[in-house]
């Protein structure tokens, strides 16, 4: 039943091997510690060709317990079998693992057999077994009784119910000493109910509205005579200002006059990119100050995600139910930071698998090595597993005589043909020469808002800056054809005419639009870019998992390909209105594992960053 089972130690030491084939698993195991276990991501399963495998994680002696089986297979009993033989093997070797004697000979082939045959026959008693449903006396509804329905006078019945108004007067927000006071109240502490009936009078006769004087009808005469006039705006203009503020003559033969910009307002993105900036730890460094000097003070003050950890008792092996609460706190605190759901824990399961057996010592250790534990978990996940430098790659198409070929998806207004317009900016800044495809055929005005893009792009780097050359052009089609076919004709064009890049920006689609998403599958396939970027807002929380999930899987369904083009990288806009609410980005490395390689954060050409791994984690963690 199972093809194999291994125990080794995070250095990649094998203590002990089991494999029922011939099949060389090497790279399946590979595939599980790069993609899962060093990635630390909190799955139950990992498939990889046709194996699916589980693993476990022993922190105390820092051990790795991996099973695979058939992918058509449908075990139950895994968990259960992990579990046993997690233990078995701790019990057995316990000292030999103490003393880290990892080449010592681990005879475990005999308690392998057994736990195995036991695991499989608990999975067939649980077969067989039939689900039962709930007795009365198990329910809720059985707990009730006649008396504990039953209202009685002089209970307390303020708890869920909701102040009456009457007459206007919100009597909740009314001091008692406005309706009545001592002397109104009997002996036994009730009050009359007719003087009450009295001061709640007299409350709403104090603030009822005064009548409105009559306006005389002389006056309503006179106004229906002067009849409405328009309101006259500061700076609205005449008509003598129309043709200065005429924008409707964007037409092609337009393109051939060009504006004196203001190169110093618009500012140079020459080299790469710029990293986001990373706020000042000058804060943290005071507060730990503040601990020394004063712990008194800071007793009292602490406080936020990791104060639950204070029930936490030092000296002693960390359990998941010690952090329960304090998980529960995290993943609450993540999703508030715009982290998807799932995402959040699935990071909160991770941590605490990471966590689990260590031996620790003091509060304060606690303290830091769960913030240091989920800020490492979260570094990891932003940071890239491959570099991808663009400008690299640019020079290194032109040598083979091509042009490199970006194509640019993603859902309905999130900003692809912007910051398309600011990766081209960046692209001319650096001597490259640029050509737009414009194969949103199906949006109205998308062709025009490349067109102006184009214009204003060359008068920023006239030709005669650059021998005569031209450094940006626009390739148009018009609408209503196919974009894929557009495409190609495109990247056509700059191989012709040797341009450096092509963008190709292509229409905004929802990720249930079957049609849409079959053309930008047939538009990848046919034209083999270089790279495939998602462009999305940082202001979504689960809808990105969404999104990306359904964008990828299209992708790999519909292109009838063994291996597909997927997403390559992602374009994060708008993330200069999220504040600290960062997790987006956190959910759309963690679904697709590809890099985050440009972030939007303003509305010119030059607000274009590379993403700051550090910075994100900081925002996340406040």
Known sequence: MLELFTIFTRGGVVLWCFQNSSQILRDSVNALIMGVILQERSVNSFDHQNLTMQYKLDNEFDLIFV??????????????????????????????LLNKSIFHTFNFSNNYTSILQTAEQWAKKQAKIPKQMKTFEESNKSKKTVSSMIERKGEDKTINSKPQKKKGVNFAEVPKEDILSVKDTKANGLIDENILAENRLKFAQKFSKKKEPKKSPKAEKEKEKAGKKP????????TKDLQTLERTV????????????????????KGTIKDLEVESSSEEEEEELEDVTHPKKTEKSKGGMFSLFKSLVGAKNLKA?????????????????????????????????????????TFESVAGLVKTTLTESLVQILSPK????ILRDCIEASRQGRPYVMVFCGVNGVGKSTNLAKICFWLIENNMSVLIAACDTFRAGAVEQLRTHTKHLNALHPPERHGGRQ???????????????????????????????????????????EPLMRALSKLIKV???????????????????????????????????????????????????????????????YITGQPIVFVGTGQTYTDLKALNAKAVVHSLMK
């Not at 304090?326 to 909160?348: F, Q």
């Not at 190609?488 to 292509?506: G, P, R, S, W, Y």
């Not at 299209?554 to 997790?583: C, E, R, W």
């Open 386 to 389: 491959r570099r991808i430098d």
């Open 527 to 589: 034209n083999e870019p270089d790279l495939v970027l998602f462009v999305g807002e940082a202001l979504v929380g689960n809808e990105a998992v969404d999104q990306l999930v359904k964008f990828n899987q299209a992708l790999a369904d519909y292109s009838a390909s063994s291996n597909p083009h997927q997403i390559d990288g992602m374009v994060l806009t708008k993330f200069d209105t999220i504040d600290d609410k960062v997790g987006a980005a956190i959910s759309m490395t």
């Open 250 to 269: 964007d037409k092609p033969e337009d393109m051939k006059s060009h504006f004196t910009p203001e190169t110093e307002i618009v500012g140079q993105m």
């Open 471 to 513: 450094m940006v052009q626009l390739y148009e089609k018009g609408y209503g054809k196919d974009a894929a076919g557009i495409a190609m004709e495109a990247i056509k064009f700059a191989k012709n005419n040797k341009l450096d890049v092509c963008l190709i920006d292509t229409a905004g689609r929802m990720q249930d639009n």
């Open 231 to 238: 309101r006259v705006w500061d700076l609205g203009g005449s």
């Open 67 to 96: 099973v695979a089986y058939q992918k058509i297979l449908q075990l139950s009993y895994i968990d259960k079998f992990l579990n046993d033989i997690h233990l078995e093997f701790r019990d057995k070797y316990k000292n030999e």
């Open 321 to 361: 139910e010690d952090m329960k609460s304090v998980l529960d706190k995290m993943k609450d605190h993540l999703i508030a930071k715009n982290v998807a759901a799932d995402i959040a824990l699935k990071l909160c399961d991770s941590v605490a698998s990471k966590l689990e057996g260590k031996v620790l010592g």
